[in-house]
């Protein structure tokens, strides 16, 4: 599988919050949170496009990542892969990549997860450590290595 980043444009924001009802729509609805327009609009509402990256295989987009900056750091954000590229190891191999640019910067990178996510374990691999937790979402942290 071959794969790229390429910078976001808002061109990009439509695909992305569908993208991300998709990808979001089981654990949302897990915790019984699901609510079709705001999983769209919280993206629209959020969206950075010089801070986030898309995700493409074979020249396809696949996927969106964003890492914004923050006074402590950065904040992973928006890290979203379309249903047929997970499991794969795509999220890996884009993960290590972006951490490999904050590690660079010595940066501490932050990032919440929805409670029971399975994105947790990803996480937890490459370094992440509970920082807290409330009913919805766990906070982690990953200081530089």
Do not use: C
């Not at 992440?128 to 200081?143: I, L, N, Q, S, T």
């Amino acid at each position: 599988m071959s794969w790229t980043l390429r910078p976001a444009t808002l061109a990009d924001l439509e695909h992305l919050a569908e993208l991300r009802a998709v990808v979001m729509r089981p654990d949302l609805e897990r915790l019984g949170r699901y609510d079709a327009q705001r999983v769209r609009q919280r993206l629209r509402d959020a969206f950075a496009p010089e801070h986030t990256q898309i995700i493409e295989v074979d020249g396809e987009p696949a996927g969106s990542v964003s890492m914004r900056p923050a006074e402590d750091g950065r904040w992973l954000e928006h890290f979203y892969l379309d249903p047929r590229h997970q499991g794969r190891g795509l999220g890996t191999a884009v993960l290590r990549s972006v951490l490999k640019d904050a590690d660079a910067d010595s940066a501490t990178v932050r990032l919440n997860v929805l409670q029971g996510s399975p994105a947790r374990k990803l996480y937890e691999r490459h370094g992440f450590v509970v920082d807290g937790e409330d009913p919805v979402d766990v906070f982690m942290v990953r200081k530089f290595l």
